[in-house]
């Protein structure tokens, strides 16, 4: 075979068939999949469904505790967690660009392989596509996931209230700032990587915990800033956060403070936020704290009633000054 993807590994021939039987299938091998059909037949599912996509496009796609094959399991498997959802299947679907180097791509597969596994998530289905030179850049990976919900669990905005506490598992900015290093050549401490990570299990042992959580969202593309201001909006009720008690690596400070960034739009990777009724709180963090992902969980904030839509941020000198939704993109191809 090539050592690089030509337009042939698209066209649906013997190259294709040998990309799927010596590079691809090695990778994600299993019973499902083996049967290489244009579907695949899922059984043993109960229950209530949840049905998950994305697409993922970071540049670069290597970096300080990922790449790109990496964060695609992940982050599909983190969607579903914060349904509520136990993940059980995956799809892949790899779109190449000619002339990529066939070891990369045996690489990121090996990754995706290695994260599925260790999730206990079988990749079941796909597809691979190739297109010109300078159509695409490098490899684009889309995924599906289909998860079963977790029985009495009921994982919606329309039930965060006043009162209720916001919680988060771990520092934040990680993942943006490890790809930023990445992207601009930037030497950070090896203590500075992505938090990409699989957070079905933490989830588990919060909801075991208390299965009353009314919502969680992971914090990707717009940070604490987007995710917030989304709930703050979908439930008609203000977020204040405290800025004391916000878990911040001080060299992601430092990376913010250099490059003029404000931490609450980073994306993360393996971060959940948790809308926790006030007397539940101590339990769910009892059960994030024993988690290798919650060591660092914290309360972070408060639901409160006013303004309504809105979200705040009591600082360290004592003001408060409102968190808004970012505008426009401030780290594009972030994941």
Known sequence: MNDKITLAHGAGGKLSQKLMRDVILPAFDNEILRELHD?????????????????????????????????????????????????KYISVGLILEEGFELETLKKILESMSKAAKEAG????????????????????????????????????????????????NGTIGDHATAIIAGRHGLTLPDSVTSDCAPLHDLV???LEAEPGIVMMRDPTRGGLASTLNEI???????????????????????????????????????????????????????AM????LGRQAAVIGDVVREPRGKVGLRTVIGTTRAVDMPVGVIVPRIC
């Open 232 to 286: 703050a909006q979908a439930a008609n009720v203000g977020i204040m956060l405290d800025e004391n008690k916000l878990p911040i690596r001080n060299e992601v400070k430092g990376v913010c403070q250099l490059l003029g960034f404000d931490v609450l739009e980073l994306a993360n990777e393996g971060k959940v936020l948790a809308v926790v009724p006030m007397g539940s709180v101590a339990r769910v963090l009892s």
């Open 39 to 87: 579907g695949a037949v899922l059984d043993r599912l109960e229950g209530r469904l949840v049905f998950t996509t994305d697409s993922y496009v970071a540049k670069p796609i290597f970096f300080a505790g990922g790449d790109i094959g990496k964060l695609a399991i992940t982050g599909t498997i983190n969607d579903l967690a914060m349904s509520g959802a136990m993940p």
């Open 204 to 206: 588990r042992a919060m």
């Open 289 to 292: 704290r024993k988690h290798k």
């Open 121 to 168: 998530v079988p990749i079941v289905t796909g597809d691979t596509k190739v297109v010109g030179h300078g159509q695409c850049d490098g490899i684009f990976i889309n995924t599906a996931g289909v998860g079963e919900m977790i029985e009495g669990v009921n994982i919606t905005v329309k039930n965060v209230l006043p009162t209720m506490k916001i919680l988060i």
